[in-house]
């Protein structure tokens, strides 16, 4: 198992060299070379969002530059494969989050545990405590709550996803499995843990159907496998418990996706299979499959970029 874990953990580390600045799958949080700098009005690092000591319950603000009473707020969440819990500070901040800025949201960027940390479902329990700490702490930080998205590359773009088509959703029963999807995290337990926006950047949502299409083995045991602490054969209600989709229905909030063509990290058909299911359900969605798109690779063009900032402005109408 520890031989299985390390090989698993140096695939991580070698796709992140490989993927363009921003994430990966494995890419803990994006492997980027030099930080961006941002500009802003305001910055707060290291925020903790749960009211406890713990560094992967910590979250960066970003304050657009052009300065107002109160910002839309997005949530943007890096990619890891789950395996990292503190890699806020390379959230996609020269692509994703700059774009944001410019367009005038507010951008909040949180650590998570990660699967050696706690299995799932910890995972989205601390991405709501995030959406919970937005609404509680508005008036400090300018948030304007009327509007709050998620958004993520990769594992982070599941955990975006998951917020979207569970929000509202509190507790329920996965054939055999009783989850709970709200948690106890944090001080503003009182606070809705709801959104109005999700973007999805090449992210896994079906984890029943990671072989959908032509992408790289992971080996005897995948990053879902060691989130969940088990295997698909055995426990196939655990990972539809895990799965976007399986939550879809008309209460969705509108979701907008990105995926590449080529990669082989996690497969086109984890996206098209997720839109298609959404505009199945009624639910207001646009989709870009980039043909010559990798893992990140070829993903954040400007014109992607100006997509994801239309269509969550039409959201926020």
Not at 20 to 26: A, I, L
Not at 194 to 219: E, F, Q, R
Request: net charge negative; charged share 20%.
């Amino acid at each position: 198992m520890k031989k299985a874990l390390f090989s698993l953990f140096a695939l991580c580390c070698s796709l992140s060299m490989t993927a363009q600045p921003g994430g990966g799958f494995g890419g803990f949080g994006g492997f980027q070379m030099q930080q961006p700098k941002l500009e802003t009005s305001q910055e707060w690092k290291d925020v903790n969002y749960a009211g406890d000591d713990k560094a992967y319950h910590t979250c960066d603000i970003y304050l657009p530059k052009k300065e107002a009473k109160s910002y839309p707020v997005v949530i943007h969440i890096y990619g890891s494969a789950w395996f990292s819990n503190s890699n806020k500070g390379q959230a996609d901040l020269g692509t994703i989050v700059k774009a944001l800025l410019d367009a005038g949201f507010a951008v909040v960027c949180p650590n998570h545990r990660s699967s050696m940390d706690a299995k799932w479902p910890a995972q989205i329990h601390d991405i709501r405590a995030v959406i919970r700490f937005v609404r509680g702490e508005a008036d400090k930080y300018k948030f304007d709550t009327s509007f709050i998205a998620t958004s993520g590359f990769s594992s982070g773009g599941h955990l975006s996803s998951t917020a979207a088509t569970t929000s509202g959703l509190k507790q329920t029963k996965v054939g055999t499995v009783d989850i709970d999807l709200e948690g106890t995290v944090g001080c503003h337990l009182d606070q809705e843990s709801t959104v109005n926006a999700a973007c999805d950047w090449s992210g896994p949502v079906d984890l029943t159907n990671m072989d959908c299409g032509d992408a790289m083995k992971m080996g005897e045991n995948s990053p879902e496998d060691v989130l969940l602490g088990s295997k698909l054969a055995q426990e196939p209600d655990k990972y539809r418990s895990l799965s976007a989709t399986y939550y879809v229905s008309k209460n969705c909030p509108p979701v907008i996706i990105f995926h590449g063509e080529k990669d082989n990290v996690v497969p086109c058909c984890q996206g098209k299979e997720f839109y298609e299911l959404l505009k199945a359900a009624g639910v207001r969605t646009e989709a870009t499959f980039v043909p010559e798109g990798g893992h990140g690779m070829g993903m954040y063009s400007e014109e992607n970029l100006q997509k994801m900032v239309a269509f969550l402005k039409e959201a926020k109408k």
